[in-house]
């Protein structure tokens, strides 16, 4: 059974940093898929914040995420986390992880919040 834990999330102010951790079960191994972060706010869809392939050389980033979050993976842990810095107010979401393309579970997300 798939499965996906995020942890790492808190509350911070503007311009702080934080960085969440997923590790992942049930579809080892973990190193034959890409892996993708996204982030939802009520009422908003879930959205992409940013990718990594599958050995971690590749990565991209939705355009509110490029210079400011990293993307990496550690496929003998079967973990994938996404470094947050200069945060804002607007990055405020629940986020997750999934592999690419999305399975249908998700895992119950980690909550971010940037106080202004």
């Known amino acids: 059974q798939v499965q996906f834990v995020e942890s790492g999330g808190g509350l911070v102010q503007t311009g702080g940093s934080l960085r969440v951790s997923c590790t992942t079960s049930?579809?080892?191994?973990?190193?034959?898929?890409?892996m993708q972060w996204y982030r939802q706010t009520p009422g908003r869809q879930r959205e992409v914040v940013a990718a990594i392939n599958t050995d971690g050389t590749k990565t991209n980033y939705a355009d509110f995420a490029k210079g400011r979050f990293t993307v990496s993976r550690d496929n003998s842990t079967s973990t994938v986390w996404l470094q947050m810095d200069n945060l804002q107010p607007e990055d405020t979401a629940v986020y997750y992880c999934?592999?690419?393309?999305?399975?249908?579970?998700w895992g119950q997300g980690t909550q971010v919040t940037v106080s202004s």
């Open positions: 999934n592999m690419f393309p999305p399975s249908t579970t």
């Open positions: 049930g579809f080892e191994p973990i190193r034959h898929f890409g």
